[in-house]
């Protein structure tokens, strides 16, 4: 908080190296000094903390069996966990989830990272996007693969 800003009625607080284990409710309390120290306000306030995930990276089937097409789409650094969606491009589509197997894992800096597979049947032509959706954020990154 800045004593100048403060003057200006601006009570921002600046927050740094924060962490998910940072989000909870705190009780703001603002006095005024006089000849006493007088409360004039009392507020609960959460902070919510969030961090936007990386661009997806979906690899593309290397070597894809006559049977199945597998794709791969992986996302780092996100809070909180995210949405994983797979799209058909071709109609804008959602895939059916249980074609999708996704694993999503904090790492060191308490930050989520996702890997998401996706097995479909073999057909020329496929045309598939990896959406990881940060609901808090309102953040929808895509990325598109094609065979």
Not at 96 to 101: M, S, T
Request: net charge neutral.
């Amino acid at each position: 908080m800045s004593p100048d800003n403060m003057k200006r009625g601006d009570f921002s607080l600046h927050l740094f190296n924060i962490t998910p284990q940072d989000e909870q409710k705190f009780n703001c309390l603002v006095f005024r000094k006089s000849l006493e120290l007088k409360k004039v306000l009392e507020a609960v306030v959460t902070l919510h903390v969030a961090a936007n995930y990386s661009m997806p990276v979906v690899s593309t089937p290397s070597s894809p069996s006559r049977d199945e097409l597998t794709f791969t789409c992986t996302s780092t650094n996100g809070y909180p966990r995210p949405n994983v969606y797979w799209i058909n491009k071709t109609d804008n589509s959602l895939l059916d989830e249980a074609l999708q197997n996704n694993t999503v894992s904090l790492n060191s800096r308490g930050l989520y990272d996702v890997v998401s597979v996706l097995r479909i049947g073999w057909t020329p032509n496929v045309n598939v996007g990896c959406c990881i959706e940060n609901v808090l954020l309102h953040q929808n990154l895509t990325v598109s693969s094609q065979t």
